[in-house]
Protein backbone atom coordinates (compact mmCIF):
# COMPACT_ATOMS: atom_id res chain seq x y z
CA UNK A 1 0.00 0.00 0.00
CA UNK A 2 1.67 3.51 -1.09
CA UNK A 3 1.64 6.30 1.41
CA UNK A 4 -1.22 7.67 -0.71
CA UNK A 5 -3.48 4.75 -0.47
CA UNK A 6 -3.11 4.53 3.03
CA UNK A 7 -3.71 8.43 3.77
CA UNK A 8 -7.37 8.32 1.22
CA UNK A 9 -8.42 5.78 2.81
CA UNK A 10 -9.54 7.75 5.84
CA UNK A 11 -10.30 10.55 3.82
CA UNK A 12 -12.42 8.59 1.94
CA UNK A 13 -14.33 6.96 5.10
CA UNK A 14 -15.08 10.63 5.99
CA UNK A 15 -16.50 11.57 2.85
CA UNK A 16 -18.63 8.21 2.48
CA UNK A 17 -20.07 9.01 6.25
CA UNK A 18 -21.28 12.16 5.01
CA UNK A 19 -22.94 10.59 2.21
CA UNK A 20 -24.21 7.97 4.25
CA UNK A 21 -26.17 10.68 6.53
CA UNK A 22 -27.29 12.71 3.25
CA UNK A 23 -29.22 9.37 1.63
CA UNK A 24 -30.29 8.31 5.33
CA UNK A 25 -31.69 12.00 5.84
CA UNK A 26 -33.24 11.88 2.02
CA UNK A 27 -34.54 8.61 2.61
CA UNK A 28 -35.97 9.41 5.62
CA UNK A 29 -37.87 12.49 4.15
CA UNK A 30 -39.02 10.94 1.78
CA UNK A 31 -40.74 8.11 3.80
CA UNK A 32 -41.97 10.68 6.42
CA UNK A 33 -43.68 12.19 3.05
CA UNK A 34 -41.95 15.85 3.82
CA UNK A 35 -41.52 18.06 0.79
CA UNK A 36 -38.61 19.95 1.37
CA UNK A 37 -38.69 23.91 0.98
CA UNK A 38 -36.43 24.86 -2.05
CA UNK A 39 -33.87 26.42 -0.25
CA UNK A 40 -33.10 23.10 2.24
CA UNK A 41 -33.59 20.88 -0.49
CA UNK A 42 -30.89 22.56 -2.94
CA UNK A 43 -28.84 22.67 0.64
CA UNK A 44 -29.16 18.71 0.32
CA UNK A 45 -28.48 18.45 -3.13
CA UNK A 46 -25.49 21.11 -2.58
CA UNK A 47 -23.94 19.22 0.46
CA UNK A 48 -24.11 15.83 -1.46
CA UNK A 49 -22.26 17.47 -4.74
CA UNK A 50 -19.11 18.76 -2.38
CA UNK A 51 -19.08 15.57 -0.59
CA UNK A 52 -18.70 14.16 -4.34
CA UNK A 53 -16.15 16.36 -5.58
CA UNK A 54 -13.93 16.44 -1.97
CA UNK A 55 -13.93 12.21 -2.72
CA UNK A 56 -13.12 12.95 -6.89
CA UNK A 57 -10.24 15.93 -5.73
CA UNK A 58 -8.77 13.79 -3.18
CA UNK A 59 -7.27 11.76 -6.19
CA UNK A 60 -5.24 14.81 -6.38
CA UNK A 61 -3.35 14.42 -3.63
CA UNK A 62 -1.25 10.97 -5.25
CA UNK A 63 1.44 13.67 -6.78
CA UNK A 64 1.98 14.64 -3.48
CA UNK A 65 5.26 12.50 -2.59
CA UNK A 66 6.14 13.24 1.19
CA UNK A 67 3.62 12.68 3.74
CA UNK A 68 3.47 14.49 7.41
CA UNK A 69 1.11 13.85 10.04
CA UNK A 70 0.74 17.72 10.25
CA UNK A 71 -0.25 17.61 6.60
CA UNK A 72 -2.44 14.81 6.94
CA UNK A 73 -4.43 16.34 9.85
CA UNK A 74 -4.61 19.79 7.68
CA UNK A 75 -6.05 17.69 4.58
CA UNK A 76 -8.57 15.84 7.16
CA UNK A 77 -10.19 18.87 8.46
CA UNK A 78 -12.11 19.67 5.67
CA UNK A 79 -13.81 16.53 4.94
CA UNK A 80 -14.36 16.28 8.96
CA UNK A 81 -16.49 19.85 8.50
CA UNK A 82 -18.00 18.28 5.24
CA UNK A 83 -19.29 15.60 7.36
CA UNK A 84 -20.80 17.90 10.32
CA UNK A 85 -22.51 19.68 7.54
CA UNK A 86 -24.16 16.97 6.44
CA UNK A 87 -24.85 15.89 10.11
CA UNK A 88 -26.20 19.03 10.71
CA UNK A 89 -28.69 19.05 7.45
CA UNK A 90 -30.77 16.59 9.09
CA UNK A 91 -33.05 16.78 12.25
CA UNK A 92 -31.91 14.67 14.99
CA UNK A 93 -35.71 13.52 15.64
CA UNK A 94 -37.05 11.17 13.36
CA UNK A 95 -40.28 11.75 11.36
CA UNK A 96 -42.27 14.56 10.18
CA UNK A 97 -41.10 17.92 10.76
CA UNK A 98 -41.61 21.35 8.93
CA UNK A 99 -39.17 21.90 6.66
CA UNK A 100 -39.69 25.69 6.28
CA UNK A 101 -39.05 25.96 9.92
CA UNK A 102 -35.88 23.86 9.99
CA UNK A 103 -34.21 25.43 7.29
CA UNK A 104 -34.79 29.01 9.11
CA UNK A 105 -33.54 27.66 12.41
CA UNK A 106 -31.08 26.15 10.84
CA UNK A 107 -29.46 28.00 7.79
CA UNK A 108 -27.12 29.89 10.20
CA UNK A 109 -25.23 26.73 11.11
CA UNK A 110 -25.44 26.01 8.18
CA UNK A 111 -24.17 29.33 6.34
CA UNK A 112 -21.43 29.27 8.97
CA UNK A 113 -19.86 25.69 8.54
CA UNK A 114 -19.66 26.29 4.73
CA UNK A 115 -17.96 29.71 5.70
CA UNK A 116 -15.52 27.59 7.38
CA UNK A 117 -14.89 24.69 4.46
CA UNK A 118 -14.29 27.89 2.47
CA UNK A 119 -11.61 29.12 4.68
CA UNK A 120 -9.74 25.93 5.16
CA UNK A 121 -10.26 25.17 1.17
CA UNK A 122 -8.75 28.70 0.37
CA UNK A 123 -6.12 27.64 3.17
CA UNK A 124 -5.43 24.47 1.33
CA UNK A 125 -5.50 25.60 -2.32
CA UNK A 126 -3.09 28.49 -1.47
CA UNK A 127 -0.70 26.28 1.17
CA UNK A 128 -1.42 22.69 -0.13
CA UNK A 129 -1.51 22.81 -3.98
CA UNK A 130 0.17 26.01 -4.49
CA UNK A 131 -2.66 27.71 -6.63
CA UNK A 132 -2.17 31.69 -6.69
CA UNK A 133 -4.23 33.57 -4.55
CA UNK A 134 -6.15 35.11 -7.06
CA UNK A 135 -7.86 31.80 -8.22
CA UNK A 136 -9.92 31.98 -5.18
CA UNK A 137 -12.55 34.41 -6.71
CA UNK A 138 -15.22 32.22 -5.97
CA UNK A 139 -14.37 31.31 -2.87
CA UNK A 140 -14.76 34.79 -1.74
CA UNK A 141 -17.98 35.58 -3.80
CA UNK A 142 -19.36 32.22 -1.26
CA UNK A 143 -17.79 34.29 1.87
CA UNK A 144 -19.49 37.56 0.64
CA UNK A 145 -22.30 36.11 0.00
CA UNK A 146 -22.96 33.89 3.34
CA UNK A 147 -21.55 36.84 5.46
CA UNK A 148 -24.28 39.01 4.20
CA UNK A 149 -27.07 36.67 4.76
CA UNK A 150 -25.49 36.05 8.34
CA UNK A 151 -25.00 39.41 9.43
CA UNK A 152 -29.03 40.64 7.84
CA UNK A 153 -30.50 37.24 9.01
CA UNK A 154 -33.60 37.24 5.88
CA UNK A 155 -36.46 34.98 6.97
CA UNK A 156 -37.53 35.10 3.33
CA UNK A 157 -37.27 32.09 1.22
CA UNK A 158 -36.87 33.36 -1.40
CA UNK A 159 -33.99 35.18 -0.78
CA UNK A 160 -32.64 31.70 0.69
CA UNK A 161 -33.66 30.22 -2.24
CA UNK A 162 -32.11 32.77 -4.58
CA UNK A 163 -28.23 32.37 -2.74
CA UNK A 164 -28.76 28.75 -2.48
CA UNK A 165 -29.03 28.10 -6.64
CA UNK A 166 -26.57 30.60 -7.07
CA UNK A 167 -23.62 28.61 -4.47
CA UNK A 168 -24.66 25.76 -6.30
CA UNK A 169 -24.57 27.29 -9.74
CA UNK A 170 -21.15 28.12 -8.68
CA UNK A 171 -20.17 24.97 -7.72
CA UNK A 172 -21.39 23.10 -11.01
CA UNK A 173 -19.74 26.45 -12.80
CA UNK A 174 -16.72 25.62 -10.55
CA UNK A 175 -16.88 21.43 -11.63
CA UNK A 176 -17.15 22.41 -15.68
CA UNK A 177 -14.30 25.28 -15.87
CA UNK A 178 -11.93 22.64 -14.05
CA UNK A 179 -12.16 19.73 -16.39
CA UNK A 180 -8.58 18.46 -16.01
CA UNK A 181 -9.88 18.20 -12.43
CA UNK A 182 -12.62 15.36 -13.72
CA UNK A 183 -10.37 13.52 -15.67
CA UNK A 184 -8.48 10.21 -13.56
CA UNK A 185 -4.93 9.60 -15.51
Excluded at 123 to 147: D, K
Aim: hydrophobic share 55%.
Amino acid sequence: MSPFEFVVVLISIIIGLGITTILTGVAEIIRSGIRPCLPYAIWIVLSFTMHIHEWWQSYQLRSIEVWTLPLFLLLLIYPIVLYILAHVLFPSEKGKFDSNRYYLEQYPRFFTITIVMVVISMFQNIFISQLPAYTQIVHLVVLALLGILLKYKPQRLLIHSIVAMILLSLMVASLIFTQDDLVIR
